[in-house]
């Protein structure tokens, strides 16, 4: 039940967070399983926020095994369809773990769900093509040994800011592909290498940077105000969090991803608070709700405001 209300409060709070989101061949973010997404990782546990936003089914992903150090975050993590895999720099001792990451996947493939894993293994804050690991390839072996009709989804994500608010996020999914097609060969290293060189392939030509748009200037006018309301209204709370983000992820590949998290977990609060002290201060009822309410708006406004903005120099 956590992953359905989560996915909702994530699609709205990426329209705050971003300026658009704009995808391409809309109809596979329909497609059912058992279904594979391979895609590429340029900005650390955002992307597969916003992937599994996108998808109607619930998808499964695999994420870095580090986070999953504590009892209570590996069942957190656990219930929002995260699978923990491990890299070599996490520990060598850890690597024997990752057979638990390969079998969930099948498990999960074999009752027609979808799994989500990013192919280079590794997150730069870059849209270059880094170089493929064998584990998307694994699993679809593994799928293919036990009659598993899996089906896989290359799948391109870029961003025209890996640190900035109000950004625009262009995702590209690459058409259909059997397993079958991409596994030919009875020898698991070769059809690995086959699986990844097809794959490259298909992938890069997926990852289109967005563009910098320039909003129509009548709507750049109807903003302004509620624009200049909202972001004088959210200020404090933005600041505070971006400061505080930007001290902690400093040197890492986290920032994005920590700063949208951080604020869906916050914003809640920060409305609450509000309306406790309106209520103490026996402000009406009505006033309260002409405060509170229209908070999420005026903050969209000053997003899609602020980024007209900067277009313009």
Known sequence: MLYPGLKIIIRLALRLFCRSIDCTNKQLFT?????LIVANHPNSFLDAIVIASRFRHPV???ARGDVFTRSLHNKL???LNMIPI????????NLGLNAFAFERSKQILSQNGIVLIFIEGICVNKHELQPLKKGAARIALNCLENNIGLSVIPLGIAYNSFHRFGKTIIIQPGELIKATILLPYDEPAKNMTYFNNILSAKLNPLIQLPGERAGKIHQQILLTLPAVIGYVLHAPLYQLLKQITRHKTSGTVFYDSVLFTAMVLVYPFYLLLLLVILLLLHVPAWIVAAVILPHPFLAWCAVQWLSFIRNKH
Do not use: D, M, V
């Not at 497609?31 to 279904?35: E, I, S, Y």
């Not at 491990?86 to 001792?93: A, D, P």
């Open 31 to 35: 497609a059912p399983g058992p279904l």
């Open 60 to 62: 499964h992903f695999l």
């Open 77 to 79: 993590l656990g219930l």
């Open 86 to 93: 491990y890299r070599l720099s996490e520990g060598k001792g």
